[in-house]
């Protein structure tokens, strides 16, 4: 958004403010930045392939769009209305899915004085277990004295629960002021916002500060950039819309500039990771913009952007709204059809962000529509020594992709657990002997033909059975392994937690036990995350049950929150495996060894009620204890 009454002479802003730690941005050029950059290409580590294809707009008459995606594996959508009165949200186990999402309002300008007009550019954070919302809003009596604000929701669902109005942000000066975002770099939060600095000649700079907690600044509040070129300065003499991409390094902090017609465009400025961020001389700005408006797509305007990750986990996505014409009667600002669209982000061979063009109206960006994969990776009732693969479009019918599809060199491979690295390859972890310290690795890049990877010792003092290793891959991409661990020689098993410390996932942590499920006899232990906690579904090995426990953290503490026959599943059953389906249910598999069956429950409502289990159709009775891998493709 654009204030369009704020002092409009240009100014070419330099060097640092007298006053206090105020300071402008030097004047440094991000080398090979250019006015348009060409389509999205791969970049360091293959980052920016293309993943999924996407039909634009994804949400007409939706500006100032944020796409937050979440833990529990769905997208959460808001943007400004048209109207300026409302804060909406919607959700979506796929980008694609949010143009048919319903769509609820969960907040409503006031009806006078503060937050009573033009509420604008809402963003939805998951801060420390709670849900935040930073959006722009004026008064009613002076609907240009816009501030910003933050409304918090402590309910594990954002749809649900109440909203508090945590109050308005203070800044340095009360002034014009928008546009908030917050991430976090080494440790640290940060606010980045747009306003206007008292005693300068332009509408909005971009400014930066630490956090003490989600709705306070704290220390310094440092000025990045100010509207310097002429594109910055078209109509308005604009910086707003601050968005931060973390990759390859560096700091990457896009904007948007000039008035918010088809003069609209991004700007992008850049820091090396390791840099005091508050030190304004560790910035560097690119001298042209990196996204404009494309007049043979015929898309205007496009700015006010943020970003999200693909439906695969790696590749990055542009968020961001344009207009699809040029000619605008009255003021844009009352112009509605700004449309939320989104496009692959590219990564240039030297690590800094490819942006491309707007992709034109109705049009993929690369192949047909994305659809759900789900991969099976499991070992047989007739061989274990042999991995079988296979696939379904719905986690329910299963086909045969391969199978034998690997033999390791140990001739044991049972619990194979299947994930897709952040180099693009699938590996498995499995059990390699009935006795022993090591789990194997094998990898594949297109799941069919697979290639031995290596071992690893686990550096456990007394171990004598290392069984059912499982992979999890936390929210932050750190990548684990839940491990069961016999140290006794007697068949009490306790699950251990190792952590990868390197990206080749050659190199592990010493294993730890994990907290509150390692004073039992717990064996298979499964864990997703769901609802901002981790859950796992483990098997008691005295008594043959499957139980749940929960925990704040990886490591736990665990709690169990289901015990015996908790779920109606029945005695005797092992290898559990959940997947999360396109509705945003789960579904649990399980091995009812002493039937000689596989069976299958779904949860609808966060992991806590189940359907009676049922037969797997076609594979009961003849695969055992599988994962299964869920992908957009």
């Not at 802003?13 to 007298?18: E, H, K, P, Y």
């Not at 070129?229 to 990457?252: L, S």
């Not at 047989?380 to 479009?393: A, D, F, I, P, Q």
Request: charge should be negative.
């Amino acid at each position: 958004m654009s204030r369009s009454d704020v002092p409009s002479r240009r100014t070419l802003l330099r060097g640092a403010l007298g006053a206090g730690a105020l300071a402008a941005l030097p004047g440094t050029a991000l080398p090979g930045t250019a006015f348009a950059a060409p389509a999205p290409s791969g970049g360091p580590g293959e980052r920016g392939a293309v993943a999924a294809a996407y039909r634009n707009p994804l949400v007409e008459q939706r500006a100032d769009p944020f796409i937050h995606r979440h833990t529990d594996g769905r997208y959460y959508f808001t943007a400004t209305a048209p109207e300026y009165d409302r804060i909406i949200l919607r959700r979506a186990t796929t980008l694609q899915g949010l143009s048919t999402a319903p769509e609820s309002v969960i907040w409503r300008r006031h009806t006078s004085g503060d937050m009573g007009a033009h509420i604008w550019a809402p963003e939805l954070h998951h801060i420390d277990g709670k849900w935040y919302i930073y959006f722009a809003a004026g008064r009613t009596d002076d609907v240009w004295k816009i501030r910003i604000w933050v409304l918090e929701n402590s309910n594990p669902d954002p749809f649900q629960g109440s909203w508090t109005e945590r109050g308005q942000i203070t800044t340095a000066w009360d002034t014009f002021s928008l546009d908030a975002t917050t991430f976090t770099h080494n440790g640290t939060r940060y606010l980045a916002w747009a306003q206007h600095e008292p005693g300068l000649d332009n509408n909005t700079g971009l400014f930066l500060s630490a956090m003490a907690d989600p709705w306070t600044l704290r220390g310094p509040q440092i000025r990045l950039s100010t509207p310097e070129f002429d594109w910055e300065n078209v109509g308005f003499k604009v910086n707003e819309g601050p968005a931060v991409i973390q990759r390859n390094g560096r700091v990457f902090l896009s904007y948007s500039a000039s008035a918010t017609d088809h003069h609209y465009c991004m700007g992008l400025l850049t820091a090396r990771a390791g840099s005091d961020l508050l030190d304004p001389a560790s910035w560097s700005k690119s001298p042209t913009p990196v996204f404009v408006s494309s007049e043979e797509n015929r898309q205007y305007g496009p700015g006010h952007n943020s970003f999200t990750v693909a439906e695969d986990g790696r590749t990055d996505v542009l968020v961001y709204h344009a207009r699809q014409y040029k000619e605008i009667t009255g003021d844009p600002l009352d112009d509605p059809n700004r449309h939320t669209r989104i496009q692959p982000l590219g990564w240039r061979a030297d690590g800094t962000p490819e942006f491309g063009v707007p992709v034109a109206d109705a049009a993929a960006t690369a192949g047909p529509a994305a659809v759900t994969r789900y991969t099976m990776t499991a070992f047989t009732n007739s061989s274990e020594s042999n991995m079988y693969v296979y696939e379904s479009s719905d986690a329910l019918a299963y086909n045969l992709l391969k199978g034998p599809a690997y033999t390791p060199p140990t001739g044991l491979i049972r619990d194979p657990s299947l994930i897709r690295h952040t180099d693009g390859l699938y590996y498995i972890v499995y059990t390699t002997n009935w006795t022993g310290n090591t789990i194997g690795f094998a990898r594949s890049s297109d799941r069919v033909n697979w290639q031995y990877y290596g071992q690893h010792t686990l550096p456990v003092a007394g171990l004598a059975r290392t069984w059912a290793p499982e992979w999890f891959v936390d929210a932050d991409g750190s990548t684990h392994v839940i491990v069961s661990l016999d140290t006794t020689d007697n068949y009490i098993f306790r699950p251990h937690l190792l952590t990868a410390t390197s990206s080749s996932l050659l190199n592990w942590t010493t294993p730890t036990p994990i907290s509150g499920l390692a004073n039992s006899n717990y064996i298979d232990t499964f864990v997703v995350r769901h609802g901002g906690k981790y859950h796992a579904i483990t098997k008691q090995e005295t008594t043959k049950y499957l139980e749940h426990a929960v925990a704040d953290r990886l490591a736990g503490p665990y709690t169990f929150t289901g015990t015996g026959n908790w779920a109606g599943w029945g005695s005797w059953r092992e290898g559990p495996a959940l997947v999360q389906l396109d509705n945003g249910g789960w579904r649990i598999y399980f091995d009812g060894y002493a039937e000689g069956k596989y069976y299958y429950s779904d949860s609808l409502d966060g992991l806590n009620t189940w359907t009676p289990i049922r037969e797997l159709p076609g594979l009961s009775g003849f695969a055992r204890h599988f994962t299964v891998l869920r992908e957009s493709v």
